[in-house]
């Protein structure tokens, strides 16, 4: 049997196969290395302007040089707020490994923050994903996201890391059941302005009694004309899967309940923040008695509120020691200085951080590999490509 990943490379490359035409002009947004923008240059590609992760970049210079493409392939490095100019591009390919609950996370990212890099019209892969809901009884995965909290004693009190974690998503792995029939709630085109907005209001009566742990989501990812690949519920080989949503606590459920759902997927910068709030109104009962879940990855994340912070227009930043350490060491670069040198100036100027100049050498290298020019025209490096 293929692995999951294997299915989902065989099934971009069939894809790629029958979407590009000689000189087409493709944008990758990364997260294999150059593999496949070297793909699509096989495919006819005239141009492939490629992202990739900083630690990336040689390696895909070197992928695509061996694979004799380095003269159609221009290396993008993937940086905030770089690069973000719009591309003349005919197709654009998503970041793979792709994400979760949206596969296509990166495209959605792209249209939400604003700075989508290809024109109205270019052609995308996965052209568009259908979403699934399903309100779900699953023990062990729900055990999965408390325990660790929950079986330390009473001797802690450990509830603000159980509700990190209650707003938290997860693979789902373990067997569950659905205790609802699924709904199709979003489909996202990725053509659409509006790709990036996802948001909409379930319901449900309980068909199966059971304990309700949260939210099942899933999708069906439109690749191309005839070319998806199903994440059929309960498949374990799925090359997606599916994610679980937990509830802030389990809820007995009887057939005849009803449960309204409100699920929306937004970003802050480069984060994806998923928000479910959850209604359930328990039959034969008050209303006092409904119970209501306000839950977000948001509130998961003990770095985003500092994130907001740094964003206001009016912020003042200032660099660390980290920075210190590697503007200093790119100057003396730049002033052509050999790297042993640089390697004694660092470990000079830094005492806490480097014991030796042979301890500074590894992060000199580390700075060269990534922004160095080889005096060797002969091998390729990050900024001639």
């Known amino acids: 049997m293929r692995k999951p990943g294997r299915v989902l490379e065989a099934a971009y490359a069939e894809a790629l196969r029958g979407a590009a035409w ?27 302007y490629s992202v990739q992760a900083p630690d990336a970049l040689p390696i895909a210079n070197q992928v695509a ?19 973000e100019e719009a591309l ?29 890099r290809w024109p109205e019209g ?7 994903e259908r979403m699934w809901a399903a309100v779900i009884e699953a023990d062990d995965q729900y055990r999965q996201h408390v325990l660790p909290w929950d079986k330390v004693g009473s001797d802690w009190d450990l509830a603000a890391a159980r509700r990190l974690s209650l707003n938290s998503w997860s693979v789902l792995r373990t067997s569950c059941q659905m205790l609802v029939d699924p709904q199709n709630w979003a489909i996202v085109d990725y053509a659409s302005k509006d790709a990036g907005h996802v948001r909409a209001q379930l319901e449900w009566t309980v068909s199966r009694s ?57 970003a802050i910068g480069f984060h994806d923040i998923w928000s479910w709030t959850t ?40 660099l660390g020691e980290q920075g210190h350490i590697d503007r200093l060491a790119l100057a003396l670069m730049d002033d052509r200085a050999p790297l042993e040198e640089v390697a004694r100036t660092l470990a000079a100027r830094f005492p806490a951080r480097f014991s030796s100049s042979s301890d500074a050498m590894t992060r000199v290298a580390s700075l060269f590999r990534r922004y160095g020019m080889s005096p060797d025209p002969a091998v390729p ?3 001639h490509v």
Not at 68 to 82: M, P, T, W
Not at 91 to 114: N, T
Not at 239 to 264: E, K, Y
């Open 88 to 116: 003349p591009v005919d197709l654009v390919l998503a970041e793979l490994p792709g994400g979760m609950p949206l596969h296509g996370a990166s495209l959605a990212r792209s249209h939400r923050s604003g700075r989508r």
């Open 381 to 383: 490096t990050v900024e």
């Open 22 to 48: 000689p000189g087409v002009t493709v944008l990758d947004l990364g997260g294999d290395c150059g593999r496949r923008a070297v793909l699509a240059c096989r495919h006819g590609a005239g141009r492939v």
């Open 279 to 318: 209604h359930i109104a328990q039959a034969g009962r008050p209303v006092r008695d409904n119970i209501r879940f306000a839950q977000s990855t948001f509130l998961s994340s003990l770095e985003l509120p500092s994130v907001l912070g740094k964003a206001r227009s009016d912020y003042v930043p200032s």
């Open 65 to 83: 040089a061996v694979n004799g493409c380095i003269d159609r392939i221009e290396f993008i490095e993937r940086v905030s707020g770089a690069g």
């Open 210 to 266: 059971g304990v309700g742990h949260g939210l099942a989501i899933w999708s069906e990812i439109v690749l191309a004309e005839g070319n998806v690949i199903s994440t059929s519920w309960g498949n374990p080989n799925s090359p997606v899967g599916q994610a679980f949503f937990p509830w802030l606590q389990p809820v007995t459920l009887v057939t005849g309940d009803r449960v309204t759902a409100t699920i929306q997927g937004a």
């Open 122 to 128: 270019a052609a995308t892969i996965p052209r568009q």
